[in-house]
């Protein structure tokens, strides 16, 4: 099993440009996740998804919109990038959203927009 | 509203014990998570507390208190690895994880 994988690793956008985050989990799990994580400070919770077809916003959703089409894929769009969503950018999965729902991380995109 | 608390960064030599702590306020509660994570890379699961008292992994235990909002993360025998950012996180009403902002923890040989 590959866990959850996340594409790119690193990407520099300039302002006002968009792209998107993609973010893939073979474990079959229901739960998938977006965070953000600024220098300092603890993961922000953008959106999540409890199965295809179904997302919600978190705390932080602002600029950015999510799909889920299967319960594999989770991508993260962001639209007229500013540089205030310069962070690193965690996806993550659990297999429920109760009870002992740990959470498997991928390794990461680390985004500046500049 | 709702607020996680741990030291920002703490120091502890090899082979010593260390102490984290973390106090959490939040609308409602089912559980807490502690994660790992090295510097660079995804935090990484080490323990979930629910009921209170202390549960035993090996050298890192995790203890809560639900009464008083408060849990910590024990490390034993420290090893230059243990080196990483630990992350306190409580499960609010909603199921949804609540995230402290981590605590640097230091390993000095």
């Known amino acids: 099993n590959a866990g959850v994988t996340q594409t790119p690793k690193f990407r520099i956008l300039k302002i006002g440009q968009s792209m998107t985050l993609q973010c893939t989990q073979d474990?079959?799990?229901?739960?998938m996740y977006w965070y953000r994580q600024d220098p300092g400070m603890g993961l922000k919770l953008i959106y999540y998804?409890?199965?295809?077809?179904?997302?919600d916003k978190g705390e932080v959703p602002n600029g950015y919109n999510v799909s889920r089409s299967t319960t594999e894929d989770f991508p993260l769009r962001l639209e007229l990038a500013a540089p205030s969503q310069t962070s690193v950018y965690f996806c993550?999965?659990?297999?429920?959203?109760?009870?002992?729902?740990?959470?498997?991380f991928g390794p990461g995109t680390r985004l500046t927009v500049l | 509203g709702q607020n996680i608390d741990q030291p920002t960064e703490m120091t502890a030599t090899e082979g010593a014990i260390v102490q984290i702590n973390c106090t959490y306020q939040?609308?409602?509660?089912?559980?807490l998570f502690w994660y790992q994570q090295h510097a660079g890379e995804a935090p990484t699961f080490l323990s979930y507390?629910?009921l209170d008292g202390l549960e035993e992994k090996g050298r890192f235990s995790s203890f809560l208190s639900r009464s008083k909002g408060y849990s910590y993360l024990l490390l034993k025998e420290l090893q230059m690895k243990d080196s990483a950012s630990y992350l306190c996180?409580?499960?609010?009403?909603?199921?949804?994880?609540?995230w402290g902002a981590g605590t640097k923890l230091i390993i000095k040989p």
């Open positions: 998804s409890v199965g295809a077809g179904i997302t």
């Open positions: 939040t609308s409602g509660f089912n559980g």
């Open positions: 996180a409580a499960v609010d009403s909603n199921y949804q994880l609540i």
């Open positions: 507390n629910v």
């Open positions: 993550a999965s659990s297999w429920k959203g109760r009870d002992n729902n740990e959470q498997f």
């Open positions: 474990m079959n799990h229901n739960y």
